[in-house]
């Protein structure tokens, strides 16, 4: 074979990968990728050890397990009051990535635009591309809410899908009432868009009240929410979540999950089954509330300007008062030098913008927080 032609040429390894290898390397404090790094709850382990003792270890129905789709109905029910209907609305997915690329390549067709807001969560765009969809990307406010007139001023025929993140990563923003009344009025003017609303933090939210796509019911005909238990119960590793469509987009969407995954870890969905009945999502904000607060304090005296948090777990900070490298250099030399690792914003761009901001992962025990945040103190 002499030409290998690639699909994504301009697709690297992930930032993700690649700060956390650097901490690795340069042995930093890692707050750059996003995971819990303090023990999940002792229940759920015990749970997975009662789970694997017992028959679940063939393969599950095609959209999920009869008994953990039930829990997941109960669990939308019991935060938005929306009554779904698990045999046609809910699919249990291998983790919201699964989820967003199965949605992406169900529904986009070569030629199709979809809308993307930067700085944007890095698996949406190759799924797009991979599709032979266009990216069409718009950057944010610089407080990273929606800039309603940019976005409107970007659709055009051809687009099909817009795809929004709230809580917001990288920024930790929350959208207000009046930026889902908005959307909605712009979207019952465009009724050939789909919206694809990532809510993997739906459960990690602080002073603010989330407001999920769940509620907009007169776009429930044409809305997809994905959601991660990696988030809610500190499991990033078991790569589970779901996603809920109306039937008419959810037949597409199974058509190309059952050749994609076909179903998901059995032994995982029977343990979140089991789990779901026995906890309770709403401690989550305050859990993590009091961890960002902690960040916060340790940070308020640095030479960083802490921004807004309002939900999941990352904390951003501008360093302009310390350096005016690019974000991707001072994330390097952060690692190296002062062995703290972040991540920088500017990978989230599809300009590239550089705002001289970076992020910091607060999921972790108080003795992390406190062992890097002295660190920063002193930069
Ligand atoms: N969307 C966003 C905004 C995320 O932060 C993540 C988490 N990494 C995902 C999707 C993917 O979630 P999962 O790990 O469940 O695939
Ligand atoms: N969502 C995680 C983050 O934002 C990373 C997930 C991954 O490594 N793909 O840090």
Redesign the pocket.
């Known amino acids: 074979m002499k030409h290998y032609h690639s699909k994504l040429p301009n697709v690297g390894t992930t930032i993700f990968t690649v700060m956390s290898q650097l901490a690795k390397e340069t042995g930093a404090i890692n707050l750059s990728q996003?995971f819990p790094n303090f023990p999940v709850d002792p229940l759920l382990v015990e749970l997975l050890e009662k789970n694997a003792q017992k028959d679940v270890h063939q393969y599950m129905p095609m959209a999920g397990s009869p008994e953990l789709m039930t829990q997941v109905s109960k669990l939308i029910y019991d935060n938005y009051q929306r009554n779904i209907d698990a045999s046609s609305e809910l699919l249990i997915t291998a983790?919201?990535?699964?989820a967003?690329f199965t949605s992406i390549l169900a529904l986009i067709s070569p030629g199709d635009e979809v809308i993307i807001l930067d700085p944007s969560?890095d698996?949406y765009e190759p799924a797009v591309t991979l599709a032979g969809g266009i990216p069409v990307h718009v950057q944010l406010g610089d407080d990273f809410l929606p800039d309603w007139d940019r976005i409107e001023g970007v659709i055009s025929s051809k687009t099909k899908m817009i795809i929004t993140?709230n809580p917001h990563?990288p920024s930790g923003r929350m959208w207000s009432k009046e930026d889902v009344d908005t959307l909605e009025l712009l979207l019952l003017k465009n009724e050939n868009i789909i919206l694809l609303s990532?809510e993997?933090?739906e459960f990690i939210h602080f002073e603010k009240e989330h407001i999920s796509a769940h509620t907009v019911t007169s776009l429930s005909h044409r809305t997809i929410i994905t959601s991660?238990f990696?988030?809610t119960f500190h499991i990033?590793g078991w790569?589970?979540?779901y996603l809920v469509a109306p039937e008419k987009l959810m037949v597409e969407i199974k058509k190309v999950h059952q050749f994609n995954v076909f179903s998901v870890n059995s032994v995982a969905q029977a343990t979140l089954s089991d789990y779901l009945q026995q906890s309770d999502v709403s401690i989550l904000g305050l859990f993590y509330q009091k961890k960002r607060d902690l960040f916060q304090s340790l940070l308020k005296d640095s030479n960083f300007e802490l921004l807004p948090c309002e939900g999941t777990y990352f904390q951003t900070v501008n360093y302009k008062a310390i350096s005016q490298q690019n974000d991707v250099e001072f994330c390097k030399e952060l690692a190296i030098k002062h062995k703290v690792a972040a991540i920088p914003i500017s990978v989230f761009n599809k300009s590239n913008l550089d705002q001289k901001i970076i992020r910091f992962c607060f999921a972790k025990n108080d003795e992390t927080l406190i062992s890097a945040t002295k660190i920063l103190c002193q930069i």
């Open positions: 996003g983790g919201a990535t699964q967003i969560y698996c993140n990563n990532d993997v933090y991660s990696g988030k990033t790569k589970m979540g």
